[in-house]
């Protein structure tokens, strides 16, 4: 995974999905299009204009509502995935931050990156909307799927500084 900040710190206009977009999938910045703020008037354009765009490239993105009580779901270990909650900034939008689920039998999402680059406070203590992953459209089944697999969120991961400002 890549580190890769966010260009636009401003609320109406803010690019923190799509640097995480970039962060998880280890492109620039600049590769990734702008789908518009995360507001609660345009999430579903904002979500149709992110599917189109990933399914041009066979991938494809799973949001898990996290503020409805009878969401209950059973989420993989070692997963990157995008968590969105309130932003600790600006009253009333969402912000975006790369995680990585919990090991087997924890129910937690560990923050590895705030695009927010001048001040990385996550959401402030404040509980997540929803977490998102993205999946590639050419699954194919192996017999051979008890075979371990390095994790993609260990400390490992590399800061991408070239589409990234400079505080």
């Known amino acids: 995974m890549w580190r890769v900040n966010q260009t636009d710190l401003t609320s109406t206009s803010g690019n923190c999905m799509e640097a995480c977009l970039a962060s998880m999938l280890e492109r620039p910045l600049d590769q990734i299009p702008y789908f518009g703020a995360a507001t609660p008037d345009n999430v579903e354009d904002w979500s149709?204009?992110?599917?189109?765009?990933?399914?041009?490239?066979?991938?494809f993105f799973i949001e898990v509502r996290m503020d409805l009580p009878e969401a209950v779901i059973v989420i993989p270990s070692s997963m990157l995935c995008m968590v969105s909650g309130p932003s600790?900034?600006?009253?009333?939008?969402?912000?975006?931050?790369?995680?990585?689920?919990?090991?087997?039998?924890?129910?937690?999402?560990?923050?590895?990156?705030?695009?927010?680059?001048?001040?990385?406070?996550f959401f402030d203590g404040k509980a997540p909307k929803w977490i998102g992953f993205i999946g590639r459209r050419d699954i194919r089944i192996h017999e051979n799927a008890g075979i371990q697999r390095p994790s993609v969120c260990d400390d490992q991961t590399q800061v991408h500084q070239d589409q990234s400002p400079q505080p």
Not at 50 to 56: G, K, V
Not at 91 to 118: F, K, Q, W
């Open 48 to 59: 149709i204009r992110l599917q189109r765009w990933l399914a041009d490239q066979g991938l």
């Open 88 to 121: 600790p900034r600006y009253p009333g939008i969402l912000h975006a931050v790369v995680g990585c689920t919990g090991g087997p039998g924890r129910s937690e999402v560990d923050l590895l990156h705030d695009p927010y680059y001048p001040e990385p406070i």
